[in-house]
């Protein structure tokens, strides 16, 4: 159980075009989800909090008209880069909490590397 | 914002051998985690940890949950090739939805 997907696993793009990511919980309803930024040899950077049917959360320093985070059912978030530019290229990864209160546990998907040329 | 110290930061180690790794902060956490990523994939859950004290074990693993709530241990017994990755701990603090990660600890094992 516990299971999150991500599609696509990898995309190369071209500079200017955006690049929509989708995460889902496949065996378990998620209230929240999250996005990660995650760099060579680096630690995960939370990007932001997805809360099904309510706007997202960013964290500072993320522009959340760049990072477009859509929670539209309890099983899919969708993360849209807008406007990518190499900048932009990383592994993203997307993370499902199953649980309530102090059983909540964060279940990751396989990340999406993006390269924009 | 909060920060998790983890260490090592790196292990190399004899296949066989046992591993120990660990995350303090000066925060209390209401839970614990314990994560293991393999090269371009997504971490994936060892451990969970729910109560000050908590002793638990998956397999080979053994990961605490420190009394003082501000510390946690994960332990590795007779190590194999394929514990070969990244760990990571991260920390939920009371009231929050988001985790605090520590830095990773990146084990390599000799053959």
């Known amino acids: 159980g516990a299971v999150v997907s991500q599609h696509p696993s990898w995309v190369i793009c071209k500079s200017g075009t955006s690049v929509k990511i989708e995460c889902r919980s496949l065996?378990?309803?998620?209230?929240?989800m999250f996005w990660y930024r995650q760099f060579p040899k680096q630690s995960l950077m939370l990007m932001a909090t997805?809360?099904?049917?309510?706007?997202?959360?960013?964290e500072q320093g993320v522009e959340k008209d760049k990072f477009l985070i859509n929670h539209a059912s309890l099983t899919l978030s969708t993360l849209t880069v807008t406007s990518a530019h190499p900048e932009d290229s990383s592994f993203y990864i997307c993370?499902?909490?199953?649980?309530?209160?102090?059983?909540?546990?964060?279940?990751f998907g396989p990340g999406t590397r993006l390269l924009v040329l | 914002g909060q920060q998790l110290n983890q260490s090592p930061q790196s292990m190399f180690i004899q296949e066989g051998e046992d591993v120990s790794m660990n995350c303090t902060s000066s925060?209390?956490?209401?839970?614990w985690l314990w994560y293991k990523q393999d090269p371009g994939e997504g971490p994936v859950l060892l451990i969970a940890?729910?109560?000050?004290?908590e002793l638990t074990s998956n397999g080979r693993l053994t990961a605490q949950f420190g009394i003082t709530r501000k510390d946690s241990f994960l332990n590795i017994s007779a190590s194999i090739p394929s514990d070969v990755g990244i760990y990571f701990c991260?920390?939920?603090?009371?009231?929050?939805?988001?985790?605090?990660f520590g830095q990773g600890t990146r084990l390599t094992i000799n053959p």
């Open positions: 065996d378990f309803q998620a209230t929240t």
């Open positions: 993370s499902a909490t199953e649980g309530a209160g102090r059983r909540e546990t964060q279940y």
């Open positions: 997805s809360n099904e049917g309510s706007k997202a959360t960013y």
């Open positions: 925060s209390i956490f209401n839970t």
């Open positions: 991260a920390g939920q603090l009371t009231g929050a939805q988001k985790l605090v």
């Open positions: 940890l729910y109560k000050a004290g």
